[in-house]
């Protein structure tokens, strides 16, 4: 079932002089239940006007999307009680607790305190309930933020950039609770500019750019579509490379760092194996090797992006 699935969506912010900023350009990407989606992008891609178009906080000026299936007024309304968000910057009142706060989350919900001490013991917060919010570090802040987006049992979890500031520990953290929603079968939708968070976090990915889609799929498909086969061994390396060039099925064999990398088609690393020894060489490394999400998104988009504006990729 498709929780989210957006058509053609767009949002052109008008200027008083000009065109104006086109933000979201023809955005299509579908969000099927159960996956823990990564909304992947540099700062200023469109991430956040995507979240909010979908909230009913922005309006489109072209396109269209469904929640659950549906696409009217009515049914968008119903799908967003369905839904729990935090946008990048959790707003709590600062001289309440992290419960009353929280509290605060329930009523509006029409839920009870046994939300709000369920949500707390997920986030790791419960011996810090009464922690003023002010006195929060920014890992607390971001705990508290996505237990608030737990009250209420959503089916569907909204995500704007949850790890953004943390250190690694703090991380570390909020991506063990996010795989915690995940195994409790939610639906999560992850806006984030950092690879490496996506890529630890996510089965599958958007990538987009200026706007605009430029890949869509499962964090499997996107690393897997790059594996190669590294070989190495003693002796000169044209050679090498020259006999693994003749195993039926390889291609684009190179050197790189001392070693061979070659993509393979059909077999595997033991026919290769076999191969080489039947040739008289015998191999001192050889294993497989599947490139890391940042990677997959230097060769989906050439290097022209970058990496402007994206996290550090560990």
């Known amino acids: 079932m498709s929780i989210i699935e957006t058509e053609g969506l767009s949002k052109r912010y008008t ?25 992947l992008g540099p700062n200023g891609s469109g991430k ?24 009217s007024p009515a049914e968008l309304h119903a799908a967003r009680q369905r839904i729990g968000a935090t946008l990048e910057y959790p707003n709590f009142y600062p001289y309440l607790s992290c419960r009353d706060n929280l509290r605060l989350v329930a009523r509006v919900k029409g839920r009870d305190e046994s939300d709000v001490q369920e949500a707390l013991d997920v986030v790791g917060l419960a011996t810090r309930q009464k922690t003023k919010f002010r006195a929060c570090s920014l890992g607390m802040k971001q705990r508290l933020a996505l237990a608030a987006t737990m009250i209420g049992d959503p ?37 984030s500019h950092m690879l490496h968070e996506v890529e630890r976090t996510c089965t599958h990915v958007a990538i987009i750019e200026g ?25 000169d390396l044209e050679t090498l490379r020259l006999a693994v060039a003749d195993f039926e099925g390889a291609s684009n064999a190179r050197i790189d760092d001392g070693r061979i990398l070659v993509q393979l088609s059909g077999r595997g690393l033991s026919d290769l194996n076999r191969f080489l020894s039947e040739r008289g060489i015998f191999v001192s490394h050889l294993s497989l090797e599947r490139p890391s999400l940042e990677d997959a998104f230097m060769e989906l988009t050439d290097g022209s992006g970058g990496t402007a504006g994206f996290g550090e990729v560990q």
């Open 48 to 71: 956040t006007t995507t979240i909010g178009m979908l909230l009913g906080i922005i309006t489109p000026t072209g396109g269209s999307f469904r929640l659950f299936g549906g696409s």
């Open 211 to 235: 706007g605009r889609l430029v890949h869509e799929g499962s964090v499997e498909e996107f690393t897997a579509a790059g594996t190669v086969a590294a070989v190495g061994a003693e002796g």
């Open 155 to 191: 089916e569907l979890i909204i995500l704007d950039e949850p790890a953004n500031g943390l250190d690694p520990a703090g991380q570390r953290e909020i991506r063990g609770i996010i795989r915690e929603l995940g195994r409790r079968g939610k639906t999560i939708f992850l806006s």
């Open 15 to 39: 200027a008083l002089r000009g065109e104006g900023t086109l933000a979201v350009d023809r955005l299509s990407v579908q969000v099927e239940a159960g996956q823990a989606y990564g909304f």
